[in-house]
């Protein structure tokens, strides 16, 4: 595992991945943060898309204070809130249900959510990881003319919010939809990523048997592991992620085992310097 220090903090940033993620150490975000380790820290999100932060055990405020180093927390319209702060979204697997598809959060709205974050409280003696995979460097490795073909085609997704929250009793998708590119420049560096999710109605753009078609071929070639890194869990840990560059997977292995945690959403990012 590469680690690179950051001079004037005691942050180290330990590589997770050749491509992407990251460790986090000499930080407690039980405590309020100077600026110069904030701006450090988003210059981590910026670069590795997906921070884990060990043994931190926050409190539900304590995780919003940690989000908004680096972006403004969401009032989610759906999700049951900890009856601490309304800004914090409790998940049990064993009430709620699991979310074991590859996804992105926050599609029925637009823009989508720019970070999602979670704190965990139980986890199972085995199994349990989640798989992040890297939608920017999935962008890069396709050719030209794919890209070329891409550049106008958009996927629709359902609009009712209601149908995203684990647990909630999904309706049939009505009138309300909303699209997407399925290839997006990122808002605060520019570059460009595939952006899709398993949930994808159909395509646009293309005839209806070429949007089957090119669907199936980017979901496979977007979850490929030559894109994706996959980290643990054990109570504690904090890990937040670039929802606008990456999108992930919580592996079901574990069957009835114990998986709770706590979830805490970021929309309209924070900038770093350069």
Same mark, same amino acid.
């Given at each position: 595992?590469?680690?690179?220090?950051?001079?004037?903090?005691?942050?180290?940033?330990?590589?997770?991945?050749?491509?992407?993620?990251?460790?986090?150490?000499?930080?407690?975000?039980?405590?309020?943060?100077?600026?110069?380790?904030?701006?450090?820290?988003?210059?981590?999100?910026?670069?590795?898309?997906?921070?884990?932060?060990?043994?931190?055990?926050?409190?539900?405020?304590?995780?919003?204070?940690?989000?908004?180093?680096?972006?403004?927390?969401?009032?989610?319209?759906?999700?049951?809130?900890?009856?601490?702060?309304?800004?914090?979204?409790?998940?049990?697997?064993?009430?709620?249900?699991?979310?074991?598809?590859?996804?992105?959060?926050?599609?029925?709205?637009?823009?989508?959510?720019?970070?999602?974050?979670? $704190?965990? %409280? +139980?986890?199972?003696? *085995?199994?349990? =990881?989640? @798989?992040?995979?890297?939608?920017?460097?999935? &962008?890069?490795?396709?050719?030209?003319?794919?890209?070329?073909?891409?550049?106008?085609?958009?996927?629709?997704?359902?609009?009712?919010?209601?149908?995203?929250?684990?647990?909630?009793?999904?309706?049939?998708?009505?009138?309300?939809?909303?699209?997407?590119?399925?290839?997006?420049?990122?808002?605060?560096?520019?570059?460009?990523?595939?952006?899709?999710?398993?949930?994808?109605?159909?395509?646009?753009?293309? $005839?209806? %048997? +070429?949007?089957?078609? *090119?669907?199936? =071929?980017? @979901?496979?070639?977007?979850?490929?592991?030559? &894109?994706?890194?996959?980290?643990?869990?054990?109570?504690?840990?904090?890990?937040?992620?670039?929802?606008?560059?990456?999108?992930?997977?919580?592996?079901?292995?574990?069957?009835?085992?114990?998986?709770?945690?706590?979830?805490?959403?970021?929309?309209?990012?924070?900038?770093?310097?350069?």
């Amino acid at each position: 595992m590469t680690t690179v220090t950051h001079p004037d903090t005691n942050l180290a940033i330990h590589r997770a991945g050749p491509r992407f993620g990251a460790e986090v150490t000499g930080v407690d975000l039980t405590r309020p943060v100077d600026e110069t380790t904030a701006d450090a820290l988003r210059r981590a999100f910026r670069d590795h898309k997906v921070l884990v932060f060990r043994d931190q055990r926050l409190t539900p405020e304590q995780h919003v204070a940690a989000v908004r180093l680096f972006a403004e927390a969401f009032d989610h319209p759906t999700a049951v809130r900890h009856p601490d702060s309304p800004l914090v979204y409790p998940y049990n697997v064993r009430q709620t249900g699991k979310a074991s598809t590859w996804h992105i959060g926050g599609l029925w709205r637009t823009p989508v959510f720019a970070i999602e974050s979670l $704190t965990y %409280q +139980e986890v199972p003696d *085995l199994g349990g =990881h989640t @798989l992040w995979a890297d939608l920017q460097a999935a &962008y890069d490795d396709l050719s030209e003319p794919f890209k070329t073909l891409l550049a106008d085609v958009r996927a629709v997704y359902d609009g009712n919010p209601q149908n995203y929250a684990q647990g909630s009793k999904k309706t049939a998708v009505g009138e309300t939809t909303v699209e997407h590119p399925v290839v997006r420049e990122h808002p605060l560096t520019g570059r460009k990523g595939l952006f899709l999710s398993s949930s994808a109605l159909r395509l646009t753009g293309v $005839t209806p %048997q +070429e949007g089957r078609a *090119l669907l199936d =071929h980017l @979901l496979r070639h977007a979850s490929s592991p030559d &894109y994706t890194i996959r980290f643990g869990w054990r109570p504690g840990d904090f890990v937040l992620w670039d929802n606008q560059a990456t999108w992930h997977y919580a592996v079901d292995d574990y069957g009835d085992g114990a998986r709770a945690y706590r979830k805490v959403i970021g929309v309209e990012p924070l900038r770093t310097a350069p």
